[in-house]
């Protein structure tokens, strides 16, 4: 079983930072797209960055500048280290990645989303 545990949340005041980490655990086999997604109430949820394996880095327009997006391969983790936070950032925030399971499927994984408030 796969699972995908995220940490760091938590209430900031605009113009403030958050790290947000996600670890991979369970039977894995490799691990291909990392990314992270959120989605604020009532829109619909929405790719914030994407790290593929041996690919390019995309961020969301939204973010760019002010997101960073890592990966460590050895430890199966991924983190988004997030600057000048605004208002509109407010979200949860789910970490995402595409594993090769022990049948030799590549499957999708979520985590199950961390509660990112910036607000006064």
């Known amino acids: 079983q796969v699972q995908l545990v995220e940490s760091g949340g938590g209430l900031v005041q605009p113009g403030g930072s958050l790290r947000l980490s996600c670890a991979v655990s369970g039977s894995i086999f490799g691990i291909n797209s990392m990314a992270w997604f959120r989605q604020a109430p009532g829109k619909e949820r929405e790719l914030v960055a994407n790290?593929?394996?041996?690919?390019?880095?995309k961020y969301a327009d939204s973010v760019k500048g002010r997101f960073t997006i890592s990966r460590d391969n050895t430890k199966k983790t991924v983190s988004l280290q997030m600057n000048s936070l605004k208002p509109e950032d407010t979200a949860v925030y789910y970490c995402?990645?595409?594993?090769?399971?022990?049948?030799?499927?590549?499957?999708?994984?979520w985590g199950q989303g961390t509660q990112i408030t910036v607000s006064l």
């Open positions: 995402y990645a595409v594993v090769r399971t022990v049948g030799g499927q590549w499957l999708d994984y």
């Open positions: 790290s593929p394996s041996g690919g390019s880095i």
